[in-house]
Structures are given as structure tokens and as C-alpha cells.
């Protein structure tokens, strides 16, 4: 007899041994029932991670054999949620299976590879919770960075937004260790790193641009391939006008030599800065106000979060599938716009 | 008998006090014959400021009655050569006399209020010059910045441009000096202080994309009235492609109180940032040069190429009316394309 829900692993990449596990291990309203991954050798290796002193999950995967099917982990009653952390194109199959089978479902962003693919998880994940009562929350762990949380509560009082950058620049080596796998090297879906880590600074940018007049609501984006091993583009530069008039730029690469983790804002009332952990808040006419954050990923906050919306039976603002959609459309139109040479592009869902 | 070339000084604003009186009174080429400006008070003013060891030179103005207007400087054989720095719908009239009275002309940028007026300008000038043997120099200061020659010396051994930034951010207050006079206070021209203060920006970005394949080919913009003292726009956000398909930012603001004076440029060889008075290269995958320089506004080296020019009897490339039309030609597009909600606008010049 015990009070935490049971909750199994979806995928054994490196974000999940390096935070999701963790993460689950840390959680008091969790235990970890179950790991599945492709192979029984990479669930393993995630297993190999967990202390001794813990109970040990067990293992499944596709080549594991009868009874350790992705499906049979659907089928305990003693699991009640899952998460779920597989390439971006194996993420629908595998949340609507388990929506369907009752389980309450935290899974990695983006929420899809595309807007539309994303509308159409949507409205099953909908028709699906509907008999089933599931729940289907979308992760994204910028929104629990404890700097960033913190730049957006200082933000809703800072009013219209007068102008802004964004800048996340880095170069993404053949050696990095997130390029290491197939479906990021040869990418099926648009934008490469550009949706898979974009989705994180659309959601970031996002969080800096709360009240309903500083939504965005136009963009025109130039992208390109620099890289020859970063297909199919690795930089996008964006102008974005906001539903009041307001102007900004936001730019990404994965194929530059720049480093820059950026984002600094203008308000009628005073600017935000954050630039990797540090956050400055000054407003106008007055003092700066600097604070430096510990470098954390928001993991153990967001499975946190949604352990206790799932006992509170409700979807955490900051993880329900429309953020996560809206962030993606944000990237999405950049995208859009490029392919067609800066094209305009409205936003429709943000 | 003297080696020196007699110079005028046509105008009496705060640059002229600050900047161009010492830079030629510095220069060996030069001795200052005139000072002009609309009022004898101002030209009177600008005057006081030369230290009395110094032969004083004599003061015209409009309101200085006969034999002291500005074609009376015209007419003078020891003058043959003037500095012209008026408001800026003033100045082609301005120097179209004095090219017609054969003196060598240094004029202050931008060369005219738009595209259209400078290309009948350099037309003119150009009629004019072929029979009077004047030669018509545009200035730029920011092209003789000790840090901004050291990082075009340094972009020109670093390939092709891979991406790009610039943010110069700024909030022109009412209070500030160079915001009261009535023709910046009510600028008759594009662009406000984009315009007058831009070109700047636009020159040292284009210092920084050279070589062919760098040029600027392709530009969108958004921009905004933020600050209802500044019009007719005071903030501008623009996407660039180059001629190899590069792309970057140019972010340009009076009206923001974020602060920031930066050019980031990745290429195919390394980096170059500079912020402020600091200018740091580096080469792919070596070590970071970081280089601080003395702040200095290069008009003092400025005038002296100017000089040295005349000498030698050729514009100096690096103030050939033909570049300053570029430099205007840069933001004049970006203005349109904002006009026009971010239109794709070719660069032809540039």
C-alpha cells in the first residue's frame, strides 16, 4: 500500500538518463514502475542509472519479447502515467496509445513537427481523454527555469513592450553529443535543431511577451544552411511585430561560430535582460536589479508540476498541448516564411 | 607665403564645435580662414573656442550684412576648401555653390535626404566638377574609428559571412543635446534619427560584410513609433540576406531603454564582435583577440585623409560620395520596407 502513482519511462535517450530520470526518482507523489525503450540494451543502461537503494523498474522494449511490449506497459493497472520522450516523429503513436488506455501522459516537445500534424494530436488526445479521463500535458522545460520563470513574473509588470532581441547562437559540431543520433542527422521534419531546440526559445521568448497587446502577431524570417552537416537549415533570423505595433528580432542558429543565449527587452516601464543565468530587471529611471541563477534544467520542476496536476486533475497552465502548439507555430511560420523568401505570416494561434 | 590649404567652416552646430573645429585645427594641411553659420552669434560662438595663439579666422553669417554672406567665402582665393555641416535638407545647395566656385568639399553625412536627392546631388556634382576640377568628399566618421578600420582590416581575411548581427540601442531623451534642434526635433526627412544617426550603423555594418559574396542583397523590415517625441519612426528591425544566401539582424533604436552598441559577425574563418570600445576576433576554433580602444569619434583622421586627399589630388575611397549613397541607400530600404509592412526591397547600390 502506497500513496505515489506509478509511472513508467518512454525512451532511454540522453535527456532521459540525464533528466527525466532523475527527475522521477526526486518526485515523492511518483514511483517508477517500468523503462521502455527500442532495445532492451538502452533501457538497461537507464536502469544501470537508478541507486541501488531505489526498487528497480522493470524493463521493456521492442525486441524484449512477449509480455514487454510498450503495449503490456499500457495494460498494468498499477502505472498511471507515462512519459514520454521518443524522436519527434514516434511521439503521436505512442501519447495516443497511451491516452487510450487511460494513462496520464507527459510528453517531450515539440508537441509535433508540425502545426498541423500537432492540431490533429489535439483533437484525438481530445476525443480519446473524453471516454478515457487521461490527462495530456506537453513538457517544456524553459517555462520551469528558475531565471526564466522569474524574467516573466517581472515582465506582466512592465507593461508595452517597446522592442526586443532574442539570440541563441551556437554551433552544433559533428562530434556534440545531441547530434549522435540518426533522426537528428538526417532530420524527416523541418527546421532540424531549429524546431527540435527552438520550441525552447519560442517558449522562452513567449513568456516575455504576456498581455494580450504584446502577443505576436506578424513575422517575416530569412533562413539558411551554413553547415553542410546541419540539414535542412541551421540559422533563422526573424522580425516579429506584436498585436500593439511593437518591433523585435529573434534569431537562432546551430551552425554559427557566435555564442549568445540572449534575450533583452524593452518596455514602457523598464527592460529585462537574461543572458545565460544572469537576469537583470531595470526599471525605468531606476536601479538595475541583477540575479544570478544556479544553471538547472527545470526537469525536476516540470515532472514536479505535473505529478501534482495530475493529483489536482488538472493540466498545469504551463504544459498544456496549446502552449506547447503555439510555441511550435511560432518557430513554424519562421520556417514557412523563409521557404518562401521572408514571406508574411500571421499568427494564428499564439 | 605659406604651405597650408585655407579651409571654412560652414556651419555652427554642436559637431562642428566639438569635432571639426579642433580636428582642423589639429590638421598641418589646414588653416582655418572662415567660420560660417546662420547667425553671427553662433558663428561667434563656435569661434571663442580657438585658442587665442591661433590666427582667428574671420566670421559670416546671414545676418552679417555685405561682404559677409556664405558666397563671399565662395569668392575668397585663399579658401579652397570648405567642411560643410548643416542641417541635412540644407546641405546640397549648399555644396553645389561651392563645388561651382571650385572649392574641394568635405560634407557631412548622410549626403542627402534620400536616394533620390543624392543621386541628383552626385549628378550635379559631378557636371559641376568636370569643369571646375573641385572634388566632393562625403564624410563618415565612423569608417576612420580606429576600432571599426581595425575589424574591417580583420573581416576582409575571414571568408564568407556565415551570420550576423547588430543592435545599436539607445533612448534619445527630450533633454538630450543633439535633440534640440527643430530640424531633429521635427525632422522634415525619412527616418528621424535612423536616418541621421543610421548611417553611421549602416556604414560600420557594411565595413564588416566585404568581399562580394558578403554584400547585402535582400532586406525586410519592421518599424515602430514607440516614443511620441521621436518621429516619424524611432525604432527599426531588419532581416538581411547576402549575396551568398547568408542572412543576419540590424536592429537599430532612439527610442528604447535597452543600451547597446554591438556588431557580432560569424564567418567561415571565426568571429568578430564589437561592443563599445572592444573589439574581439576569433579565429575558428583559436584563441579570442580582444583589442580595447580609446574612444575617439575618427573625425580628426577624417579630416586629415580629407586633406591628404586634396593633396593628392583623389577622393579618398573611404569618403566617395558613391559609399555614402550606399550607407543611405541601406536604411533608406529598410524605411520603405517598414512603410510598406516588411515588402522585400533589393539593394542596387551597395
Redesign the interface.
Known amino acids: 500500500m502506497t500513496s505515489t502513482m506509478g509511472v513508467a519511462i518512454i525512451g532511454g535517450g540522453l535527456f532521459v538518463k540525464g533528466s527525466h530520470l532523475p527527475a522521477v526518482l526526486e518526485c515523492e507523489l511518483f514511483s517508477l514502475k517500468a523503462i521502455y525503450s527500442r532495445s532492451l540494451k538502452s533501457a538497461q543502461e537507464t536502469a544501470n542509472l537508478i541507486p541501488d537503494s531505489v526498487p528497480q523498474p522493470d524493463l521493456y522494449s521492442e525486441d524484449s519479447g512477449a509480455g514487454k511490449s510498450y503495449q503490456d506497459i499500457l495494460q498494468r493497472d498499477d502505472i498511471s502515467a507515462v512519459i514520454i520522450a521518443l524522436p519527434i516523429l514516434s511521439q503521436p503513436s505512442f501519447i495516443e496509445a497511451a491516452l487510450s488506455a487511460g494513462k496520464h501522459v507527459l510528453a517531450e516537445k515539440p508537441i509535433a513537427k508540425d502545426v498541423s500534424a500537432a492540431r490533429a494530436l489535439i483533437a484525438n488526445a481530445q476525443r480519446i481523454c473524453s471516454s478515457t479521463k487521461a490527462t495530456l500535458a506537453i513538457a517544456e522545460n524553459i517555462r520551469f527555469f528558475p531565471s526564466f520563470a522569474y524574467a516573466a513574473s517581472e515582465a506582466a509588470k512592465l507593461g508595452k513592450v517597446?522592442?526586443f532581441?532574442v539570440?541563441v547562437?551556437w554551433r552544433i559540431e559533428p562530434d556534440n553529443k545531441w547530434y549522435n543520433t540518426t533522426w537528428r542527422q538526417k532530420p524527416d521534419y523541418q527546421g532540424g535543431f531549429l524546431l527540435d531546440a527552438g520550441v525552447h526559445w519560442a517558449a522562452a521568448t513567449r513568456l516575455l511577451l504576456t498581455g494580450d497587446e504584446n502577443k505576436p502577431e506578424?513575422v517575416?524570417?530569412?533562413?539558411?544552411q551554413?553547415c553542410e552537416h546541419l540539414p535542412p537549415i541551421d540559422?533563422?533570423?526573424?522580425?516579429?511585430?506584436t498585436q500593439s505595433?511593437?518591433?523585435?528580432?529573434f534569431?537562432n542558429?546551430a551552425?554559427?561560430?557566435?555564442q549568445?543565449f540572449e534575450w533583452?527587452?524593452?518596455?514602457e516601464k523598464?527592460?529585462i535582460?537574461i543572458a545565460g543565468e544572469t537576469v537583470t530587471v531595470?526599471p525605468?529611471g531606476g536601479e538595475e536589479h541583477v540575479k544570478e541563477f544556479t544553471r538547472t534544467n527545470g526537469v525536476s520542476e516540470e515532472v514536479a508540476a505535473w505529478a501534482q496536476s495530475i493529483v489536482d486533475g488538472k493540466v498545469n497552465p504551463l504544459q498544456t498541448p496549446e502552449q506547447a502548439l503555439a510555441d511550435l507555430e511560432f518557430v513554424e511560420k519562421m520556417f514557412t516564411s523563409g521557404d518562401e523568401?521572408?514571406s508574411?505570416q500571421k499568427y494564428e494561434l499564439l
Open positions: 517597446h522592442n532581441s539570440r547562437l506578424t517575416q524570417a530569412f533562413t539558411a551554413m540559422t533563422v533570423n526573424a522580425i516579429i511585430k505595433g511593437a518591433t523585435g528580432v534569431q542558429s551552425g554559427s561560430l557566435l549568445a533583452s527587452f524593452s518596455y523598464g527592460t535582460k531595470q525605468a523568401n521572408g508574411t
